[in-house]
C-alpha cells in the first residue's frame, strides 16, 4: 500500500473550513532535531542590564529577554565558584568537573560530549566562538583534555578525535602543526570573504584570527574577520541542509568574559549587544519553525558588574566592579523551542542544560539530572543544622551575621556550611577543624599559638584572641578562613582566604601553607561594604566550603571519623572578636573585642562507614 491516500483525505479535512483543523498557518510537524545551544561567556544580570540601557535606553529590552522561556542556573561547581572549562564541561556532558577540565569528569575520565553524541545518532555537529577555538567553552564540547592551557593538544582533538562538522572562530595558531591534518579533513577559511565562497558540503573550519577575535566596538574598517552573525548563519545553513533528522550547534559569545575581566565596560557591552544581535538572528532564522531548540544562557557571571546609574541610551552607564574575577553570582537561561518548557521559572544547573538537550537529540522524554552536593551557597542539602545563633550581630546585623552551622558528608568529603550575611571587604570568617576530636593533637588554644604573617588569612589565625574552649579532646589542625566574603576557587592560592594548616603534617606554626579548597558563598548573602544599604537575611543560604577526605587526612580517611568544628567573626585583624560563634555565645553577650574568650563550644560531628552524619554540641 502507498501512503498516497492519506495524503489526500488528509489534505481534503483541511481545506474543508473544519474548525478543528489546524490553521493552514501551523508548521508541518517534523521529526527533525535541531539543538542551538548559545553561551555568553561571563555575562550575568548586571551585563545584561549595562548593554540594555545602553542600546534600548532602558532595563529588560535585550531581544534575548524576550524569549519565551526564563528560568535561572546556579553555576556552582565542584571547584566552588566555576570557571568556563568546568561549566562548559557540564553543559556538554552532563557530568560535574573540576575547573580547568575539557571534557574530563571530576574522576579525571573523559565523558562523552553532545557534539560526539550527535555524530553517535547520525547528526552534524558544530561549534563557533569569538574567542580561540581550543579555547575553554569551545575545547570542552571538541575535546578531552585535563588542561584548559594545553591549547595544541586541544586543537588535536578537534581536529583528529572528535571532528565537529563546522567549526569557526579563532586560534589559528594552535593549528599550525596540524595543518596536514586540517587539510584533509576540513575546507579551511581564514577571511569572511573565504567563508562566504566555502563550498555547501563537508566539513568546514574557519580560523579566522591567530588567537581571538577582535572585539566587536574594535573591529578595523579593514577587518577580514567575520561577524559572531556572520559565522552563525554560514553554521546553521550548511548544517541545516546537511542532514535530514537536525544537528547541534553551539555558538559562544566568547569575550564578553575576557572584557569584564580586565573591568572594560565598553567592550563587555559591546560584546553582550553582538551576541545578542546574533540570538535575534538565530530566532529570525527558525522562525516559523517547530523542530529547532534554542538555549541561551551564560556559564557564569564575571566581573560582579553592577549598573549604578543608568544614562540613557547611547551613553555608558554607572557602574560598578567588585572585582576582575569570576562571581558565584546565579545567571539567566532563555530559551524557545521543543524540551525548553522545564527551564521555564525554574532554578536549575547546568546538568539540566544537558538533560534538556540530549532528550531533545535523542527525541526522548526530559529527565532531572539526579541530585548532587556542590559547594554553592544553597545549604538546604546540608540537611543536619548543627547550631544555631542567639545572639545579634555586635558587627551590624545585616552585614555580620553567623546564623546556623550545617554539615553533610558524602563520598567526597565534608561540607560545612554557615548561613547569615557576610560584608564584602571587611571582616573574616573563621571555621577551626579538628580531623580527630579526642585526640587533640593541634592546639586548643588559638592565642599565641602561630605566627605566620605571609597572608592576610595567615595573619588573622596568628592574631586569633581565642582561648582553649572548655571541651577537652579539641585541637585545631586546619582552619578554614575568608577575610571579606572572598571566595576564591579550588585551584586558587591566594592571601585572603582557603585552607591553613596549623599543625603537622598540614602545616606549622610558622608556615600554615596556603590550600586551595572549594568553597563559595551565595552571592546574595554578601553585603555591600557601609553605608550601602545592610542586607535581608536569606533563609538556607550563606558560606559553603566541601573539604575532600584526602585533604582532611593525607594518610587515608578513618573508617568512621569524628571531627570537631566551630566557626566565628573576627575583624580584619583577627585580634578582635565578634559575639558571631557558632556554636553561639549565650545570649546577649556583647562583643568580647580585643578581650581573650573561650570559644562557647564546639561542634562533635561523626561521621559513620556510610558517611551519614550526626552532630552534638559539646561546650
Ligand atoms: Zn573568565
Not at 546556579?74 to 565558584?81: E, F, H, K, L, R
Not at 559572531?228 to 550547534?249: N, V
Request: glycine content about 12%; aromatic content about 6%; proline content about 7%.
Amino acid at each position: 500500500m502507498r501512503a498516497l491516500p492519506i495524503v489526500i483525505v488528509l489534505a481534503a479535512c483541511g481545506s474543508s473550513g473544519d474548525a478543528t483543523a489546524p490553521p493552514d498557518s501551523a508548521p508541518e510537524l517534523t521529526n527533525k532535531r535541531v539543538v542551538i545551544l548559545m553561551i555568553g561567556d561571563g555575562m550575568g544580570t548586571g551585563h545584561r542590564e549595562a548593554a540594555s540601557h545602553f542600546a534600548h535606553g532602558a532595563a529588560g529590552k535585550l531581544f534575548l529577554e524576550s524569549l519565551p522561556v526564563r528560568g535561572t542556573v546556579i553555576t556552582a561547581g565542584p571547584s566552588g565558584t566555576t570557571d568556563s572549562a568546568a561549566a562548559a564541561t557540564t553543559m556538554a556532558t552532563g557530568r560535574r568537573a573540576y575547573n580547568g577540565a575539557i571534557g574530563i569528569d571530576r574522576d579525571g575520565l573523559p565523558v562523552q560530549t553532545v557534539v560526539e553524541l550527535a555524530h553517535d545518532l547520525g547528526l552534524p555537529a558544530g561549534i563557533i566562538a569569538t574567542s580561540a577555538l581550543p579555547h575553554a567553552t569551545p575545547g570542552a564540547f571538541t575535546a578531552h583534555r585535563k588542561s584548559r592551557h594545553t591549547l595544541a593538544d586541544i586543537a588535536a582533538d578537534q581536529v583528529s578525535v572528535v571532528q565537529p562538522d563546522v567549526m569557526l572562530g579563532g586560534g589559528a595558531q594552535y593549528f599550525a602543526r596540524l595543518e596536514e591534518h586540517l587539510e584533509a579533513r576540513y575546507t579551511v577559511v581564514r577571511t569572511a570573504a573565504g567563508l562566504a565562497a566555502a563550498p555547501r558540503t563537508g566539513r568546514l573550519a574557519g580560523l579566522f584570527a591567530p588567537e581571538h577575535l577582535a572585539f566587536s566596538i574594535a573591529r578595523p574598517a579593514d577587518t577580514t574577520e567575520p561577524t559572531l552573525q556572520e559565522m552563525s548563519l554560514a553554521a546553521l545553513d550548511r548544517l541545516d541542509a546537511a542532514s535530514e533528522g537536525g544537528f547541534f550547534l553551539m555558538i559562544e559569545g566568547s569575550r564578553i568574559d575576557m572584557a569584564s575581566h580586565g573591568n572594560q565596560l565598553a567592550e563587555a557591552i559591546g560584546e553582550t549587544l553582538a551576541f545578542d544581535d546574533t540570538i535575534e538572528l538565530v530566532s529570525e532564522w527558525a522562525r516559523g519553525r517547530d523542530d529547532v531548540t534554542l538555549i541561551v544562557t551564560s556559564d557564569h557571571e564575571c566581573g560582579g558588574l553592577e549598573v549604578v546609574t543608568p544614562n540613557g541610551a547611547g551613553v555608558l552607564p554607572d557602574v560598578t566592579w567588585r572585582w576582575g574575577q569570576h562571581t558565584n553570582a546565579s545567571v539567566g537561561v532563555y530559551a524557545s523551542g521543543p524540551g525548553t518548557e522545564v527551564l521555564h521559572d525554574a532554578e536549575v544547573t547546568h546538568r539540566t542544560i544537558y538533560q534538556v538537550i540530549e532528550a531533545r537529540l535523542r527525541g526522548r522524554p526530559f529527565e532531572a539530572p539526579s541530585a548532587e552536593r556542590i559547594p554553592d551557597g544553597r545549604l538546604a542539602d546540608l540537611p543536619t543544622v548543627a547550631a544555631t545563633q542567639t545572639t545579634a550581630s555586635g558587627f551590624g546585623a545585616g552585614r555580620n551575621e553567623l546564623e546556623a552551622l550545617r554539615v553533610a558528608a558524602d563520598e567526597h568529603g565534608l561540607a560545612i556550611g554557615v548561613e547569615g550575611v557576610f560584608e564584602r571587604g571587611k571582616n573574616a570568617l573563621v571555621i577551626l577543624v579538628d580531623v580527630d576530636y579526642g585526640a587533640a593533637t593541634g592546639p586548643a588554644r588559638m592565642r599565641g599559638a602561630l605566627a605566620d604573617g605571609s597572608g592576610v588569612a595567615d595573619g588573622i589565625l596568628s592574631s586569633l584572641n581565642l582561648d582553649a574552649p572548655a571541651a577537652a579532646g579539641f585541637g585545631v589542625d586546619l582552619a578554614i578562613v575568608s577575610h571579606g566574603a572572598e571566595d576564591p576557587m579550588l585551584e586558587q592560592t591566594v592571601g585572603e582566604g582557603g585552607l591553613r594548616g596549623v599543625r603537622a603534617p598540614y602545616g606549622v606554626a610558622g608556615n600554615l601553607g596556603w590550600y586551595g579548597v572549594a568553597m563559595a558563598f551565595d552571592e546574595d548573602t554578601k553585603a555591600r561594604p557601609s553605608p550601602a544599604p545592610p542586607r535581608a537575611r536569606r533563609a538556607g543560604r550563606g558560606f559553603e566550603a566541601h573539604l575532600a577526605w584526602h585533604q582532611l587526612y593525607p594518610g587515608g580517611k578513618p573508617a568512621a571519623p569524628t571531627l570537631a568544628i566551630a566557626a566565628v567573626l573576627v575583624n580584619d585583624d583577627g585580634g578582635y572578636t565578634s559575639n558571631q560563634a557558632l556554636p553561639p555565645f549565650p545570649p546577649n553577650t556583647p562583643n568580647p573585642a580585643r578581650t581573650p574568650v573561650a570559644l562557647p563550644g564546639v561542634v562533635v560531628v561523626d561521621v559513620n562507614a556510610a558517611n551519614a552524619v550526626s552532630t552534638t554540641v559539646a561546650p
